[in-house]
């Protein structure tokens, strides 16, 4: 790994941390031997080529996927090996690179469905219609108003997610992941096919979602969007780091610039 600005090294600062972490299918090492650190309230970048193993990283930190190798660290709890919902449940949500809503439903609904994870009703209470169950269902409706308010969609509450815009899809999806109220948001490429006016408005959005303590993993293409509202981010090629710290330093890195370009490393 060639030398960047600042070594993001795992330590008490980091709200999450991957330590010497491998990830083999077969005889495929998809990452290996990766150490990442996401500072605590700042929104980090997780970026490299296509196939360089950066939506594996993240399958890893929720779970999908259990390291062959390394540990992982969220908030003072080792969490590879655990199951999915143990780990959204310790304050870690996501979106995916495609758009996933529910067909058929509303922003609102689709907002209410991910407040689920919060209720302190369970099935059994929802469907005898307990009082208790009526009342959390109308806390989840009022914080997924909220929340739309927050991603600006608050006036297209009832609108059918699925007839809305690309970019708006996205944000209710945005939306949908905090419903769980988590401490740590992955939006894995939240600007994937927008022009650079919307690709800023999610930047906007992100910031916006860090300064309200949100601490943000954003895996993103657009690398106007990464360094003009990442802190900080790591660089991936096949499995493996290349370099960590201020974005613009990273880009400039020789190594990253063969990377991502094919430019030989004394012409950087």
């Known amino acids: 790994m060639s030398a960047t600005l600042t070594e993001l090294r795992p330590d008490t600062t980091a709200l999450h941390d991957l330590r010497e972490v491998t990830m083999r299918f077969g005889g495929v090492v998809a990452v290996n031997s990766l150490s990442m650190g996401i500072p605590r309230g700042a929104v980090h970048g997780l970026i490299g080529p296509n196939g360089a193993g950066k939506t594996t990283v993240i399958n890893m930190i929720t779970g999908m996927f259990t390291p062959t190798e390394g540990e992982i660290h969220f908030d003072g709890t080792r969490t590879d090996g655990l199951p999915t919902h143990d780990i959204a449940a310790l304050g870690i949500a996501r979106t995916y690179q495609n758009v996933r809503l529910f067909s058929g439903m509303s922003a609102l609904e689709q907002v209410?469905?991910?407040c689920y994870l919060g209720r302190d009703t369970g099935l059994l209470q929802s469907f005898l219609g307990l009082p208790s169950s009526k009342a959390a269902w109308k806390r989840s409706r009022q914080r997924a108003l909220a929340l739309l308010d927050r991603v600006g969609l608050a006036d297209r509450a009832d609108e059918l997610a699925e007839t809305m815009s690309y970019g708006e899809q996205r944000r209710v999806e945005i939306a949908r992941a905090l419903g769980s109220d988590p401490k740590l948001i992955l939006l894995d490429?939240?600007?994937?096919?927008?022009n650079q006016s919307e690709a800023s408005e999610i930047g906007r959005l992100v910031v916006e979602l860090r300064d309200t303590?949100?601490?943000v993993l954003?895996?993103?293409?657009n690398m106007s969007l990464v360094t003009e509202f990442c802190e900080s981010c790591t660089v991936i090629n096949f499995g493996q780091k290349l370099a960590?710290?201020?974005?613009r330093t990273c880009l400039a890195d020789p190594e990253v610039q063969a990377a991502y370009f094919g430019r030989k490393k004394t012409h950087a």
């Open 189 to 194: 490429e939240p600007a994937a096919g927008m």
């Open 213 to 215: 303590g949100l601490t």
């Open 218 to 221: 954003m895996v993103e293409h």
């Open 112 to 114: 209410m469905t991910g």
């Open 244 to 247: 960590e710290g201020d974005p």
